[in-house]
């Protein structure tokens, strides 16, 4: 029963941010949906047991990738309405149906589901967290491994990328740098 | 009772909603929000389908997308950051310098 009223809920409060994520003209406002909308979504992975996984949505969508995006919105300019030309959205929103229609019927279809086999099956009795670091650092190590060297990767090229001229604003009218140096001045 | 199916449709639904945001935006900010939306759908349904087939795999490939997904941000916001201080806009119109 809770699981349920649970399910419904999320559900519809995910969809909705997700809805105001996509359509805000407001930068803020988009960012702000995306990061509650992700905190509800370990909500569905708490309900399915995935517990391990549900803290790893929120340590690491929730509060790392969201607080990446919120200090990159610190270079741009996050107050200002977004002017987009949108054209033809009519067309746009008759594929995203479509596409919504079809990605519906492919899931709700049936399938011979007594053929499918558990590869690494769970354990009763034993914690998620301890099933999952034994199947992650046996069966996944390699992958796990690769991934590790992809975040490092990645980690020197955003700082090399984004480290370059620092010392330069980047915002286009100086009239709040000019109040700051004369702030600066002043002292 | 709640079934895989679902799950499965309200991760369907998300996904969709992130192509709308793909395919509507032009902004590449709300690009990047978009395509984590779609991430997020499709670990859903992974995390949903390995609870109901008892079966972990579905958990190790949303702990590898989440990975992807990190690396991801963190080299596009650096490439965002270098295009804004080249163009000092973000939008994808102003950014199209061939004319075809």
Redesign the interface.
């Known amino acids: 029963m809770y ?2 009223v649970a ?1 419904y809920l999320f ?1 519809v409060l ?2 909705g941010l ?2 105001v ?2 359509m805000s003209k407001n ?1 803020l406002y ?2 702000t949906s ?1 990061a509650a ?2 905190v509800l ?1 370990s909500g ?2 708490f309900i ?3 517990d ?2 549900g803290v ?2 929120l340590v ?2 929730v509060g ?2 969201m607080a ?2 919120s200090f ?2 610190m ?2 300019d996050a107050t200002r309405d ?5 054209t033809n ?1 009519a067309l ?2 008759l ?3 479509l ?2 229609v079809v ?2 019927m ?3 279809a049936p399938i011979h ?1 007594e053929a ?1 086999q ?5 354990h009763e009795g034993v914690g998620n967290a301890q ?2 670091g034994i ?2 650092f046996t ?2 190590l390699v ?1 796990f491994e690769v ?1 590790a060297l ?2 490092l ?3 020197i ?6 480290g ?2 620092m010392d ?1 604003s ?1 915002t ?1 009218d100086m009239s709040a740098d000019d109040e700051i140096l004369t702030q600066k001045d002043a002292k | ?2 079934g895989l ?17 793909v ?5 590449l ?2 690009l ?3 395509t ?2 779609m991430l ?1 759908a499709v ?3 992974f ?2 389908i ?2 109901y ?5 579905g ?2 490939f ?3 997308i ?10 596009g ?6 295009l ?2 080249k163009h ?1 806009t ?2 994808l ?1 102003d950014l199209a310098s061939m004319r075809g």
């Open positions: 699981e349920l399910f559900s995910t969809i997700f809805l994520t996509v930068v988009a960012m995306l909308g992700m979504i569905f992975f399915l047991g995935a391990f996984l790893v949505q690491a969508y790392a990738i990446l995006y990159a919105m270079f741009f977004i002017k987009e030309k949108n959205s746009v929103f594929l995203g149906g596409s919504a990605l519906v492919m899931f709700a589901s499918i558990a590869l690494y099956p769970m099933d999952v199947v992650l069966k996944y992958p991934a992809m975040l990767v990645a980690m090229a955003g700082i090399i990328l984004a370059k001229k330069q980047l286009e | 009772m709640i199916s679902h799950y499965l449709i309200v991760s369907a639904l998300i996904f969709s909603i992130g192509l709308v945001g395919l509507r935006r032009r902004n900010l709300m990047f929000f978009a984590e939306v997020n670990n859903i349904a995390a949903a390995s609870h087939y008892n079966d972990l795999t958990q190790m949303a702990f590898f989440i990975a992807i997904a990190a690396s991801e941000v963190a080299v916001l650096g490439i965002l950051i270098v804004y201080k000092g973000l939008d119109d």
